[in-house]
């Protein structure tokens, strides 16, 4: 038993890539001897389904207290930060955090932040307009070998965006537990096809799929849609679905539940989306066609299994693109055996996200003292502190006032 504590710093348990991968790893690590305890802003719809062995603080309103020293250094006075070994991160934001409680303590730690967005320190857009500035201050001492990427081109993206040398970063994929999966009994339904994941802007498919659609179903394919999730894109998909006369073929079905996740997939024929569902549906024996984020066109680079590096949706320079009608239509064209045989190339490719096997890589990392440099973030100054918490406490603002308004318009 090893004994060592990790903190994990969150936002929330909404429905995501990472808040499901907080879920999976937690219960891992907990059976293995470590004591883990995690930092919220607020709950979420997931809490729930955390392990309830987990030590748990939700600051809700003063969260925001947390990126600044003078305001942290009441709430880090408690018991509940001392004898850390680990601060495990998943955004800049937690970063931030990390920060001033090594300031606040007076001690160096070890942070190990995995980064799973292609540019997840360089948000671009009006809600996230400082995210590049206080990046770059962040970054620039900290430990590269403390910085892993969930595949190559999220290391990749960033080491040309802030021209830094990340070869000594580690790619760390996302943990699946593939077990959940193995026993599922598979009735998939000719011309079926699902996507589940969040309607964001980035994930440009769930739009231009409705007219991929459109034009399967005018070569004769009897098609049946179904998209589970939800988001800012909801609207738009609804007037164009009404549109196009689709509302007999395409369904919104709302957000799926996390354990009801492979129920949604047994009857699919093919699988459009990203990210940690694409590898999921892949799982399930379900052809993927990944959806390329923030390409407006139905392009992608082709099937999951046909990913580098581990890419599950990230833009990758230089690879050739394929029409994604064209390879739904390739699914829905195979004899039996055909697709009997990319099933099963489609499921040996995913098995290399299994839980088991990465978390296993992330236990030797955690073990070996040498693994992670410790570090105590000596270069940043209280001036920094406040522009950043000043920042954030307006984004903050903005964001509620934005919030009310598309209640108010609708």
């Known amino acids: 038993m090893k004994g060592k504590s990790i903190l994990m710093i969150y936002d929330h348990?909404?429905?995501?890539?990472?808040?499901?991968?907080?879920l999976r790893a937690t219960p891992w690590l907990l059976d293995h001897g470590y004591e883990i305890r995690l930092i919220l802003r607020h709950k979420g719809k997931l809490f729930d389904q955390l392990d309830k062995r987990v030590e748990v603080k939700v600051y809700g309103s003063r969260y925001i207290r947390l990126f600044h020293p003078r305001l942290a250094r009441s709430l880090f006075a408690d018991r509940f930060y001392d004898d850390l070994d680990i601060v495990y991160t998943f955004r800049p934001e937690g970063l931030w955090i990390a920060s001033v409680l090594s300031r606040v303590k007076k001690r160096?730690?070890?942070?190990?932040?995995?980064?799973?967005h292609p540019r997840e320190f360089f948000f671009h857009g009006k809600d996230h307009y400082e995210t590049e500035y206080y990046s770059r201050i962040i970054l620039q001492g900290f430990p590269k070998k403390n910085l892993a990427f969930m595949n190559v081109p999220c290391r990749v993206h960033h080491e040309e965006f802030f021209d830094l040398d990340l070869s000594v970063s580690p790619v760390v994929?996302?943990?699946?537990?593939?077990s959940r999966y193995r026993d599922i009994q598979r009735a998939p339904r000719k011309f079926k096809i699902v996507s589940i994941g969040n309607f964001k802007t980035f994930k440009t498919y769930n739009l231009y799929m409705i007219d991929v659609v459109d034009q399967l179903k005018k070569q004769g394919f009897d098609i049946e849609y179904?998209?589970?999730?939800?988001?800012e894109l909801r609207q738009e998909m609804e007037g164009r679905i009404r549109k196009l006369g689709l509302g007999n073929t395409i369904y919104l079905?709302?957000?799926?539940?996390?354990?009801?996740?492979?129920?949604?997939?047994?009857?699919?024929?093919?699988?459009?989306?990203?990210g940690t569902a694409a590898i999921e549906a892949a799982l399930c024996r379900v052809p993927s066609v990944v959806g390329i984020e923030n390409v407006?066109?139905?392009?992608?680079?082709?099937?999951?299994?046909?990913?580098?590096?581990?890419?599950?949706?990230?833009?990758i320079a230089g690879a050739p693109l394929v029409s994604v009608e064209e390879l739904i239509r390739n699914v829905f064209t195979m004899s039996d055996e055909q697709y009997r045989d990319i099933a099963d190339v489609s499921v040996n490719y995913a098995n290399q996200y299994e839980l088991e096997k990465i978390m296993k890589e992330m236990d030797a990392r955690f073990s070996d003292d040498d693994a992670l440099a410790t570090y105590d973030f000596a270069g940043l100054k209280m001036g920094d502190y406040t522009s950043f918490y000043l920042a954030r406490s307006r984004n903050y603002v903005t964001s509620k006032f934005r919030t009310l308004w598309r209640k108010i318009s609708k």
Request: proline share 5%.
């Open 13 to 22: 348990l909404e429905t995501g890539g990472i808040e499901t991968l907080i």
């Open 108 to 116: 160096a730690l070890k942070v190990f932040n995995c980064v799973y």
């Open 173 to 178: 994929p996302l943990a699946v537990d593939v």
């Open 226 to 231: 179904e998209i589970y999730g939800d988001g």
């Open 253 to 274: 079905k709302g957000q799926a539940k996390y354990e009801q996740l492979r129920d949604t997939l047994t009857d699919a024929y093919v699988f459009v989306g990203c």
């Open 296 to 315: 407006p066109e139905p392009m992608t680079y082709g099937y999951l299994h046909d990913m580098p590096g581990f890419a599950v949706g990230e833009q």
